[in-house]
């Protein structure tokens, strides 16, 4: 390699180890999300190229909606397992259980009581640091979110109190029971992702690429039909060539139609697309213009 | 080479006057960044408020905060590609905490669009970016003379605006600066050329974007590898294994080569460059790569890899810097602070308030406080000693910032002079 063929990639690469190893070498006790989601697979070829031939110095954690695809969920497994690394699982239940998530109807979108659990993991295992997938091109709030990004005791966001961010000289301090969210890959957009996918030839969860699947149409929506999500009367249950372009809550992520069946041809698909990955797919952010904005102040990532 | 991209950083300064938004709505519109549901979210936003066309601006305003009083509060990064480049705009807004937001946003772009409004000509706040784009050694510099639709598309106009800028960017020693007209609103020079501006014989701006040249924007003759990580795996496999990590910030290294250590002084020579994809035999900045030694020498993060005997920085507990102030909180010269420069945190006292620069007319006065947005050259100093490089030779090693130890703040933002 020479100065003249560093890409985009390479340079988004070299940013996201650098800031990994920032938080490995200063903070007490970080973690890493890991939902087996295509983001935050990336992230975790990021912390191998940060930090082998060692082990990661950090757990992977994930937050168990329980309304998780079960592919997804597989591939979260497989990979942790492959690699050899710490995997915790906290799932929403054991909040339900505890009484400190009160739920009205079991198969709505478990989104927004995520905070909830995380927040206690957080408090549980004590961690100062937790790095997430979460990219700037996804959300109006997101754009605006530092790549180390300070949250209170309560875990929450203050946007108009952010610590201003220049360079690559992170500030990673905090004063006991606050912690830091950190996000690696804050400047990758879903096309670097795709290429960062091919490139690297990463294992994701196949129902990211096209396949046949059970769907019916609620308003603009195409909903995949499962276990939590059943016709309504008059409804009509129809079988597309659909992908999903995130894998969230199965009973509020909506699939795009497509015969894409591999990186390539997604990353094609991509780059003719109208519509952002967030506005074709998820449909908890379109309830209001600042629904990212108010949940990531109550603590979401 | 064919199919790798390159990564621009840049960001646009100016105010909603100089039509700002409006520019960068037209980048990412023209460019065919912008996507169905924003464009309809915007246009049901534009509707609401009683707008006769859809108002681009409304893109960039990230935040409930800022929709509902119309402001822009902070910087928001945005991002548009290209089928030559990747583009990284960092947008601030174009009012209050203005240097403190434009400085944040500059210290890592390769280059600033300045915008004036072509009715308007050269003023005190075009000075004041081009002063804060200067001190923050933004390596390019593109003046986009907008709204000539306003003046008649006027050639004469131009020229003389552009004839005033040179003169004042050159008393700060910029020379290298390429002026662009345009009308942003019309769409002429940002992505096309258009017909009204054909005595103009430049790129438009897009054009410019994908093609200046940005391999030299970092040091390539200086090896400064600040170590972040000391890799020791203490599996079977690799039992003794004692790696570096870092990420090269300037120059280049080979296997084989003799390094210092710094600030210790002692020296070594490069065993391996190691990395996920396997062993180097060279590598560049910034690449981020794991080094092992032929010695065993104690290192640890916070210490700086040179070559030896080549431009080595300095090492010291005392130097002076351009600091901007960026807390609310003024600075308190009877305090300790800690600064955080490459991988290294340190405590710090400032000894000496020099002057403060007035960054409208750039005069310097004799203070003695520093409040948010001011700008002053200080005499420092620190605990233990850095390896300090000159700001205007090297970005990485000549920067640094600090934080308010009771508060964990980031209060300010420093460059070695």
Known sequence: MTAHTFTHLDALESESIHIMREVAAECKNPALLFSGGKDSIVMLRLAEKAFRPAKFPFPLVHIDTEHNFPEVIATRDKLAADLGERLIVRSLEDSIKRGSIVIKDPDKPRNPYQSVTLLETIAEFGFDACMGGARRDEEKARAKERIFSFRDEFGQWDPKNQRPELWDIYNTRVHAGENIRVFPISNWTEMDIWEYIAREKLYIPEIYYAHKREVIRRGNSVIPVSHLVQPKPGEKVEVLSVRFRTVGDMTCTAPVESCASNAQEIIEETSTTRITERGATRMDDQTSEASMELRKKEGYF | ?417
Not at chain 2, 149 to 167: H, K, L, P, Q
Not at chain 2, 252 to 264: F, H, K, M
Request: charged fraction near 25%; include cysteine.
């Open chain 2, 1 to 417: 080479m064919s199919n790798a991209t390159q990564l621009l950083r840049f960001i646009t300064a100016g105010s909603v006057d100089d039509g700002k938004s409006t520019l960068i709505g037209r980048l990412l519109h023209d460019s065919k960044s912008i996507f169905e549901d924003q464009l309809s979210a915007i246009s049901k936003t534009s509707e609401k408020r009683g707008m006769a066309a859809v108002d681009l601006s409304l893109l960039t305003d990230g935040l409930q905060a800022e929709r509902e009083q119309g402001i822009t509060i902070d910087v928001a990064y945005r991002y548009f590609a290209t089928p030559k480049r990747k583009f990284i705009i960092g947008d601030t807004p174009g009012h209050e905490q203005y240097t403190r937001n434009m400085v944040t946003a500059a210290s890592t772009a390769n280059l600033v669009v300045i915008l004036i409004d072509a009715r308007k000509g050269v003023l005190t706040q075009t000075r004041r970016h081009t002063y804060l784009a200067s001190l923050v050694g933004v390596p390019h510099i593109v003046l986009a003379v907008n709204k000539m639709d306003m003046v008649g598309y006027s050639e004469d106009t131009f020229n003389a605006i552009v004839a005033e800028y040179r003169a004042f960017a050159a008393q700060l020693g910029i020379h290298d600066v390429t002026c662009i007209p345009m009308s942003a609103l019309n769409g002429d020079m940002v992505v096309e050329h258009g017909d009204n501006l054909s005595w103009y014989k430049g790129a438009p701006l897009l054009d410019f974007l994908e093609n200046v040249v940005i391999d030299y924007d970092v040091n390539t003759a200086d090896f400064r590898y600040p170590v972040q990580w000391v890799c020791r795996p203490q599996t079977n496999e690799y039992h003794d294994f004692r790696g570096y990590m870092g990420r090269i910030e300037s120059g280049e290294i080979a296997v084989g080569d003799e390094i210092t250590v710094l600030p210790s002084g002692r020296t070594s020579k490069v065993k391996e460059i190691v990395t996920y994809d396997g062993k180097l035999q060279r590598a560049y900045a910034p690449q981020s790569v794991t080094l092992t030694l032929e010695d065993e020498i104690d290192i640890s993060r916070g210490d700086m890899f040179v070559k030896s005997g080549v431009n080595p920085p300095k090492v010291e507990k005392e130097f002076e810097s351009m600091l901007c102030w960026l807390s609310e909180a003024p600075l308190d010269l009877n305090r300790k602070y800690i600064i955080k420069h490459t991988t290294r945190m340190v405590k710090c006292l400032f000894s000496r308030l020099e002057y403060r620069v007035d960054v409208n007319t750039l005069a310097h006065h004799a203070t003695d406080k520093l409040n948010m947005n001011d700008i002053a050259r200080v005499a420092m100093k620190v605990q233990q000693p850095l390896a300090l490089d000159h700001y205007g030779k090297n970005r990485f090693t000549g920067s640094f910032i600090v934080i308010d130890e009771a508060t964990n703040n980031t209060v300010a933002a420093g460059m070695i002079v």
